[in-house]
């Protein structure tokens, strides 16, 4: 079956504009993850979404950082006045549920977003 | 906070021997500890989870140890191969918040 999806592979913006990353999770996966993650760095936290609703909002940078979820199902994350810090692969992940300690919280993960800005 | 340290340098072994990456971290033990795979370009693969009150958990060639007394997880890799060459990254999952803490990874490469 369809892993996740994420679009697009790459962006280039210029500093100022604002963005805007797609993430299609697994059908079926209620719950959403995105993180970023620097050159040579571990992944960073965002937001994580069960169904629509975001309960975990604690690792967006800025309030220029806003996402969204829709119908279960897609997300889209916005970065608003993008600046040269905000470069980054942006990665999205989905899994069974956001219940941890079983096997459904095991998350996969997209291909991500490489996001340059100049 | 929390923080997880991984070796950051790049662990270089021999094919056919094993190989054992390190994971520790401070203040209280999660719940869970899972270990990802992340090759270039690629979002991380999902590979082993392991739980608080589990010593030790295998999968193939893999084997990962967790000890919350030392606040540590070992993850070895048996009989390496040169395919086996990619990031290693642990995360921490703590059943109250929901919400998975990632190491920064090290990297492995297998020299055949």
């Known amino acids: 079956g369809a892993g996740v999806s994420q679009s697009p592979s790459n962006k280039v913006t210029e500093k100022g504009k604002d963005v805007e990353l797609r993430c299609d999770p697994i059908s079926g996966h209620t719950a959403l993850y995105w993180y970023r993650q620097s050159l040579g760095q571990g992944l960073e936290f965002l937001i994580y979404?069960?169904?629509?609703?975001?309960?975990?909002k604690s690792g967006l940078p800025s309030d220029r950082f806003s996402a969204e979820r829709t119908g279960g199902s897609v997300s889209t994350l916005t970065i608003q006045r993008t600046q040269q810090e905000d470069s980054a692969v942006y990665l999205c992940?989905?899994?069974?549920?956001?219940?941890?300690?079983?096997?459904?919280?095991?998350?996969?993960f997209g291909p991500g977003t490489r996001l340059t800005v100049l | 906070s929390q923080k997880i340290e991984q070796n950051s340098e790049a662990l270089n072994i021999q094919e056919g021997k094993t190989a054992t990456l390190t994971c520790n971290y401070t203040?209280?033990?999660?719940?869970?500890l899972q270990w990802y795979r992340q090759d270039p370009g690629r979002g991380p693969v999902f590979l082993l989870l392991i739980r608080e009150n589990e010593k030790e958990k295998r999968k193939e060639r893999l084997k990962v140890t967790f000890d919350t007394t030392l606040k540590q997880s070992l993850f070895h890799i048996t009989a390496s191969q040169p395919a086996d060459s990619a990031t290693y990254l642990c995360a921490l999952d703590y059943s109250s918040a929901s919400k998975i803490i990632f190491g920064s990874g090290t990297r492995l490469s297998i020299r055949p």
């Open positions: 203040n209280y033990s999660p719940a869970y």
């Open positions: 979404f069960q169904g629509n609703s975001a309960p975990d």
């Open positions: 992940a989905s899994s069974l549920s956001a219940s941890s300690g079983s096997s459904y919280n095991e998350q996969f």
